[in-house]
């Protein structure tokens, strides 16, 4: 499968952004996505997944109510939703695919994006 991400943006603290991964070339519906982000001189870390039977899960607290991912089956795209930003969230960000279901290590997923660069002004 191959994926394209698109909305990184440069906004200020508090403000909001919609990220978009679309995947194409295989059964959409079989893979588990995940959102990732990486910080300049950090570690990749895994924000939030959704596996193939639709099931979503939380990596990094964070995150927790104020990233939202949802998912369009018809249009093969994952959508994560970004409020209340903060500096802390500058980074680039990813989504991954792989077959099945989520995993919280990066490693474990075998198909990536070229990422979309998020800067938040404080």
């Known amino acids: 499968v191959q994926l394209v991400e698109s909305g990184g943006d440069s906004v200020p603290a508090g403000g909001s952004l919609r990220l978009t991964c679309v995947a194409s070339?295989?059964?959409?519906?079989?893979?588990?996505i995940g959102w990732f982000r990486e910080a300049p001189g950090k570690e990749r870390e895994g924000l939030v997944c959704?596996?193939?039977?639709?099931?979503?899960?939380y990596y990094t607290e964070s995150v927790k109510g104020r990233f939202t991912m949802s998912t369009d089956n018809v249009k093969n795209t994952v959508y994560l939703q970004m409020d209340d930003l903060k500096s802390e969230d500058t980074a680039r960000y990813y989504c991954?695919?792989?077959?099945?279901?989520?995993?919280?290590?990066?490693?474990?997923?075998?198909?990536w994006g070229q990422g979309t660069q998020v800067f938040v002004s404080s």
């Open positions: 959704s596996s193939s039977n639709g099931k979503i899960a």
């Open positions: 070339g295989s059964s959409f519906g079989a893979y588990a």
């Open positions: 991954a695919a792989v077959p099945r279901w989520c995993y919280s290590s990066y490693g474990a997923f075998d198909s």
